[in-house]
């Protein structure tokens, strides 16, 4: 049997791809980690008075706060989100506040680097019983390159496992899901791409 799935709606999706990432893999798990954490401490702090609800509740869920509201689905995938709304505009909203905040993080470092040559490189203090020690660590910035296109997306309930426990999972699926990859790979740099007609809805223009 397949997972559950919920009728197709006309919303406005996001795809989003951290910059990056798997080339941080490869030279340092424990810093390209961080960089997922980064931007999870952003989306927390966004929801911190809108926890998730489980998807067996039927109450009706508050709207989300700090530049979040009206957003539908916010779906993590290793290192790519799904970022779903009913409108065009809230979605943009959203989106340009998240990856501002994303990159704002660690900018501090980048203002005044330790090494001018590579600015990703700091001095992490660290306070323990026993006093403080100083080590190197990196601050890569948190970056995002995307596409956003408006269609029909479906939300899926699929069957997963997780340290051997089955668990509910979500996946997203929809003609406007398959747009939003295939925009992501129009062009290079940290910026978002979508067709005319989508900046058109967001920008009340027509034609």
Partial sequence: MGGRYRSARMQAVAFLDLLGFAECVKRN??????????YNAI???ALQDDPPQPPTSRSRSKPSV??????????????????????????????SKFMADSYLYTADAYAGPEDPDDPTRVTIKEVSPTGVREREDEWPPTLFRGGLAYGEVALLWQVALRESCAIHSNNL???AVVD????EEEGKGP???CRKEFANMVTGQSG
């Fill in 66 to 95: 700090q530049g979040s509201q009206g957003l539908v689905h916010f779906l993590p995938m290793s290192d790519s989100v799904f970022a779903v709304s009913a409108d065009p505009t809230s979605l943009v909203d959203f989106l």
């Fill in 173 to 175: 699926a929809g003609g």
């Fill in 43 to 45: 989306v927390a702090d």
């Fill in 191 to 193: 910026r978002l791409f």
């Fill in 29 to 38: 798990l424990r810093v390209a980690t961080s960089l997922i954490e980064n």
């Fill in 180 to 183: 939003t990859i295939a925009l």
